[in-house]
């Protein structure tokens, strides 16, 4: 059994600090990775794609990688209350593949 | 552009009954699959579509889950004979050729009473 794991949370981080949500994989073979963020009653929405040993930032968010330790983060700068929501992380091992997702870390902004 | 559609949104059904769902990907994505998701889990993967053809249907917990997509567009999720374990949220993404990203539909609530 192919397992990503999160930590389930809930994390709480105070509005303006950074939140970091941690996810680890178990298949060596995995190549690509996603994070999708999903408010209470919604589905999950695309938020970054790494595929590359590293860091890689889009606005506020910032994925890192580390093959090696089998470890993929998200970082959210200046957290926000509408940040509000459950992060999934989810691997696959080709674009052709189904995405294998972790339970999800609830993330609570606080005011 | 328009994303993904699903419906219906919600489904109520009875033990025993046959219930079809319908997901309509985005206009262009050859690559459609169908999750499902219980609460407190993330999505699990049901079956693959690429074209007409299921690519990879290993996620099909049993022979009463069938899905078709005729087309190579709208594909319908068929449950037969359902049981009050099938309830959860059927979830159904597609995938641009060439591309990796998978984006969602808003999911079918489905309850088995």
């Known amino acids: 059994q192919k397992e990503v794991e999160q930590n389930s949370g809930p994390l709480s981080v105070p509005e303006g600090a950074i939140a970091s949500l941690n996810c680890t994989y178990s298949?060596?073979?995995?190549?690509?990775f996603f994070w999708y963020r999903q408010y209470s009653g919604k589905s999950p929405e695309l938020i970054m794609s790494?595929?590359?040993?590293g860091d890689k930032e889009d606005g506020r968010f910032t994925a890192q990688l580390n093959k090696a330790s089998q470890y993929v983060s998200l970082l959210i700068r200046d957290s926000q209350p509408s940040d509000s929501a459950t992060y999934l992380c989810?691997?696959?091992?080709?674009?052709?593949?189904?995405?294998?997702f972790g339970k999800g870390t609830s993330l609570l902004v606080t005011p | 552009g328009a994303g993904v559609s699903q419906t219906p949104s919600n489904k109520v059904t009875e033990k025993g009954k046959y219930v079809e769902l319908r997901c309509d990907p985005i206009?262009?994505?050859?690559?459609l699959y169908w999750y499902r998701q219980s609460l407190g889990q993330g999505p699990e993967f049901l079956i693959y579509?690429?074209?007409?053809?299921?690519?990879?249907d290993s996620g099909l917990p049993n022979d009463r889950f069938f899905a078709v997509r005729p087309e190579g567009s709208v594909s319908t999720l068929k449950i037969q004979r359902t049981e009050r374990g099938d309830s959860a949220v059927y979830l159904c993404?597609?995938?641009?050729?060439?591309?990796?990203?998978?984006?969602f539909g808003p999911g079918t609530r489905l309850t088995v009473l």
């Open positions: 993404a597609s995938r641009l050729a060439g591309e990796d990203e998978q984006f």
């Open positions: 298949d060596r073979g995995s190549q690509s």
């Open positions: 790494i595929y590359s040993n």
């Open positions: 989810a691997v696959n091992i080709g674009s052709g593949y189904a995405l294998n």
């Open positions: 206009s262009g994505h050859t690559a």
């Open positions: 579509f690429q074209g007409t053809g299921a690519a990879d």
